[in-house]
């Protein structure tokens, strides 16, 4: 196994990330969490990235479900979106947590339609994060592979 | 000798060999188990995500962390179960059998940092409760937030938080941590702070100053 394949798939990552970092997908944050993982806690970005997305379809789901009701009180959004907005803050997902922004302010204006247009908005924002996500979590498993052969 | 500050734990000079090797090993002892003793902090969040973060952020540190998911259960992580007389029943664990299987009450926190937003009790509501408490009132707590409202801060800050921080949290928000947890260290060394069975035995200062008094003698 030459350390060069591994050298070759840390830039993989490394670049990938950036390229998240660059469109605004993700913001420092999320390198705040990249720095909390180390050889004691090999796994923690991936763990932190499935709990986040469990948690966030959790919500959209809930969302989607709700919005799609007849007689919706919309106040009974906010409790979710919030939580939304503050995993999306925690973990560094900048557009995700923009979005839900912009669907409180929906919510808050009482504008039925705006939420739906927010709710849409939020749910392909978090499809996109997600499959970034995905190729994040292979890259880092396989490094974790490497790693682990080469020890 | 009789005016011993207890927090000091000075190293006494003894003329005699065989009382200094006494005291030499009870001294390194207190200092043995001061040094190995971790603080431990009690984090409150409803949010999963946020409770793993701050547990990581925590360890990072060097702190022992439990965490809840809610003022409710933090309380009764401390033994102060929602009621005057529980806090009653429970305030002395002395009174604790000490072979009582994970009673928490053993378990001594040194600093509560909680998320304000939380359904049921916020971090406001446990704040208070803990201010209100006579054996808890000195466990520095922090609030956590997502929301940056100035009104909201200082309430809590007036009402007897040691820090606010808002989230996401950060590794330079979690070492603003050290200098409540050390004041607060101190402040067990004296009497009558804190009553918790283990750390008494060995940092009460009359038992302290008994043994230097024994000492003397010889």
Redesign the interface.
């Known amino acids: 196994m030459s350390p060069m394949a591994l050298a070759a798939l840390q830039t993989q990552l490394k670049n990938f990330v950036q390229s998240m970092f660059d469109k605004g997908v993700l913001d420092s944050?999320f390198g705040?969490?990249q720095?909390?993982q180390d050889s004691s806690?090999p796994n923690?970005v991936d763990?932190?990235i499935t709990?986040?997305c469990s948690?966030a379809e959790r919500i959209i789901t809930e969302l989607n479900r709700y919005l799609g009701y007849q007689n919706v009180d919309l106040s009974k959004l906010d409790?979710y979106v919030?939580?939304l907005?503050?995993?999306s803050?925690?973990?560094?997902a900048h557009r995700l947590k923009l979005a839900c922004v912009n669907l409180r302010q929906a919510s808050d204006d009482r504008n039925k339609e705006g939420c739906a247009r927010a709710l849409n908005l939020i749910t392909s924002e978090y499809c996109l994060l997600r499959s970034k996500f995905q190729t994040l979590i292979q890259l880092e498993r396989s490094i974790i592979a490497l790693e682990t052969n080469q020890q | 000798m009789s005016s011993f500050p207890p927090s000091l734990l000075p190293f006494p000079r003894f003329p005699s060999s065989s009382s200094f090797l006494g005291v030499e090993i009870t001294s390194l002892t207190i200092m043995g188990v001061a040094s190995e003793y971790q603080f431990h902090v009690l984090a409150v969040d409803d949010?999963?995500?946020?409770r793993?973060?701050i547990e990581?952020?925590l360890k990072?540190s060097s702190y022992h962390v439990t965490a809840v998911d809610s003022g409710s259960k933090a309380l009764e992580f401390l033994g102060l179960n929602n009621s005057d007389e529980d806090e009653q029943r429970n305030s002395n664990p002395v009174s604790v059998a000490p072979d009582d299987d994970q009673h928490h009450q053993q378990v001594a926190v040194n600093l509560i940092i909680t998320d304000y937003?939380m359904?049921g009790m916020t971090g406001y509501d446990l704040l208070r409760k803990i201010k209100e408490s006579s054996s808890f009132k000195d466990i520095p707590v922090v609030i956590m937030s997502?929301e940056n409202i100035p009104s909201r801060i200082n309430r809590c800050l007036e009402d007897g938080a040691e820090e606010f921080f808002l989230?996401?949290v950060?590794?330079s928000d979690v070492n603003k941590l050290r200098p409540h947890l050390m004041k607060g260290r101190s402040k067990e060394m004296q009497p009558n702070v804190n009553k918790r069975k283990g750390m008494e035995e060995i940092h009460s200062p009359d038992r302290t100053r008994t043994r230097y008094n024994e000492l003397e003698v010889v």
């Open positions: 944050q705040q969490i720095a909390l806690n923690f763990e932190v709990l986040f948690d409790s919030h939580q907005k503050g995993s803050s925690s973990i560094g | 949010s999963l995500i946020d793993k973060l990581r952020l990072t937003c359904p997502s989230k996401p950060q590794l």
